[in-house]
């Protein structure tokens, strides 16, 4: 059984950073993703198995580093400058093949969510 745990969610001002952490019981290819109320969930960030490659939405492309610590089994979101527009639930999610990263049918395991809120 696949887990993915996530934690350092919170409440921020605008311009203000978070570090989001996703603790795994596997080393597979993740991926963030957000959803916000009433909208669809919407891909973040993704980072393969290695840590090699990485990628991430235009709309938080030079705000946001998802990086991987593999003796820890855990993947990170740092997320700086942020902007009320982000906020959303932030979820870990987990694929073992990293075919389309950026669509959420691709991951196979997801977390719980963590609730991030950015005030202006």
């Known amino acids: 059984q696949v887990q993915l745990v996530e934690s350092g969610g919170g409440l921020v001002q605008a311009g203000g950073s978070l570090r989001l952490s996703c603790a795994a019981s596997?080393?597979?290819?993740m991926g963030w993703f957000r959803q916000a109320p009433g909208k669809e969930r919407e891909f973040v960030a993704a980072?393969?198995?290695?840590?090699?490659?990485?990628y991430y939405a235009d709309s938080v492309k030079g705000r946001f580093t998802i990086s991987r610590d593999n003796a820890k089994n855990t993947v990170y979101l740092q997320m700086n400058s942020l902007k009320p527009e982000d906020t959303a639930v932030y979820y870990c999610?987990?694929?073992?093949?990293?075919?389309?990263?950026?669509?959420?049918?691709?991951?196979?395991?997801w977390g719980q969510g963590t609730q991030v809120t950015v005030s202006s």
């Open positions: 980072i393969s198995w290695s840590g090699r490659n990485t």
């Open positions: 596997v080393s597979y290819n």
């Open positions: 999610a987990a694929d073992s093949r990293f075919v389309r990263y950026y669509s959420p049918l691709q991951y196979e395991y």
